[in-house]
T-cell receptor
């Protein structure tokens, strides 16, 4: 049983297109995240949602828009894709709005986005 | 601003030997948490070990242990009796108390030689 699942695993698209990456967690967690891992493997937080409310919004181009239809889903929509958007995007989740002392993030397996 | 630095882009170890991965971080906070995550080729991020900054005792999880030096802001990971399955990218991460923002280092690629 996959705890945090992302689709698709691989996404190849042309510059200028609009694409979405979906994320679902079946852990009953209240908080979900999107992280971006660039070509140098550096992992940076993009967004965090708690129960459909945006609580972290790092400096990310407004072409990126997270959408949370319910607390088990956090989708990432990207408009007008650019070459620099090529990266691996990770979804993650945690139980509480505020990460507790011993709490850990549960990560999905990532979506490798390639913009040509 | 908090930053996490992993100065070793790549490391290799012989199977059954011990290897230490380095991590330093920069923070003005006194209370925070530190983590090591493993990312195998499957890309899945897996928590290896975590340490609360207020604890002096170094965390251990089976073959994995840390050397936490708070004054030096250093948090190294020691892998004993290395196994082929330990081959992966390893990420050091920092999170301050009452924050959901996890900050990661650039990673160290560990190769295990049979």
């Amino acid at each position: 049983d996959t705890a945090v699942s992302q689709t698709p695993k691989y996404l190849v698209t042309q510059m200028g297109n609009d694409k979405s990456i979906k994320c679902e967690q079946n852990l009953g967690h209240d908080t979900m995240y999107w992280y971006k891992q660039d070509s140098k493997k550096f992992l940076k937080i993009m967004f965090s949602y708690n129960n459909k409310e945006l609580i972290i919004n790092e400096t990310v181009p407004n072409r990126f828009s997270p959408k949370s239809p319910d607390k088990a889903h956090l989708n990432l929509h990207i408009n007008s894709l650019e070459l620099g958007d090529s990266a691996v995007y990770f979804c993650a989740s945690s139980q509480e709005r505020q990460l507790a002392t011993n709490e850990k993030l549960f990560f999905g397996s990532g979506t490798q986005l390639s913009v040509l | 601003a908090q930053t996490v630095t992993q100065s070793q882009p790549e490391m290799s170890v012989q199977e059954a030997e011990t290897v230490t991965l380095s991590c330093t971080y920069d923070t003005s906070e006194s209370d925070y948490y530190l983590f090591w995550y493993k990312q195998p080729p499957s890309r899945q991020m897996i928590l290896v070990i975590r340490q609360e900054a207020y604890k002096q005792q170094n965390a251990t999880e089976n073959r994995f242990s840390v050397n936490f030096q708070k004054a030096a802001k250093s948090f190294s990971l020691k892998i004993s009796d290395s196994q082929l399955g330990d081959a992966a990218m390893y990420f050091c991460a920092y999170r301050r108390t009452r924050s959901n923002d996890m900050r990661f280092g650039a990673g160290t690629r560990l190769t295990v030689k049979p």
